[in-house]
T-cell receptor, first 112, second 112 residues
């Protein structure tokens, strides 16, 4: 069935490096994508979103890239900091639904 | 409060007991979502309200799960005759309009 998934379950980086977290989706009707950060014991926190009519969107230290041809989404974090350590989820929405569907998540570990 | 508030934060129930989980959304937020998050997994959709109307309950895993939002603000998720497989974090999120979801910190349910 339609699903959202992640390639890498765990990513370890050194402080100051750039991080790239990937996500694949299979629902061709998806038109809105969101990245969430979830710290231990907390709820997911919105980071950045992108609509399907765009292929890149930048925020503060974060960039989301969307490749609709291969149904791939990535989150780039510049100058990764220990405070970025968390689980990152991509979520998608589409086909007229208001309900985001989440992928499994990638755990980002930042070593000082 | 400024954010979505959930209570209790932690609940331990014996198998067969009924539990009720409360969500106070951000004031004025029309949309309210319940998700279930098992350990190491992404949030799984349970149900969605727009004001007091439950527009989608397709994610509720069984008829033991029931949610309500009688006045279009506070919502309660009730689980009857709890089973061990119900152990999870139950997340509530609200949004002003289709778009960014604001999550609470979740209610962690452990069924013994």
């Amino acid at each position: 069935g339609e699903s959202v998934g992640l390639h890498l379950p765990t990513l370890s980086v050194q402080e100051g490096d750039n991080s790239i977290i990937n996500c694949a989706y299979s629902n061709s009707a998806s038109d809105y994508f969101i990245w969430y950060k979830q710290e231990s014991g907390k709820g997911p926190q919105f980071i950045i979103d992108i609509r399907s009519n765009m292929d890149k969107r930048q925020g503060q230290r974060v960039t989301v890239l969307l490749n609709k041809t291969v149904k791939h989404l990535s989150l780039q974090i510049a100058a990764t900091q220990p405070g970025d350590s968390a689980v990152y989820f991509c979520a998608e929405r589409g086909g007229g639904s208001y309900i985001p569907t989440f992928g499994r998540g990638t755990s980002l570990i930042v070593h000082p | 409060g400024a954010g979505v508030s959930q209570s209790p934060r932690y609940k331990v129930a014996k198998r067969g007991q009924d539990v009720a989980l409360r969500c106070d959304p951000i004031s004025g937020h029309v949309s309210l979502f319940w998700y279930q998050q098992a350990l190491g997994q992404g949030p799984e959709f349970l149900t969605y309200f727009q004001n007091e109307a439950q527009l989608d309950k397709s994610g509720l895993p069984s008829d033991r799960f029931f949610a309500e939002r009688p006045e279009g603000s506070v919502s309660t998720l009730k689980i009857q005759r709890t089973q061990q497989e119900d152990s999870a974090v139950y997340l509530c999120a609200s949004s002003l309009a289709p778009g960014e979801l604001f999550f609470g910190e979740g209610s962690r349910l452990t069924v013994l």
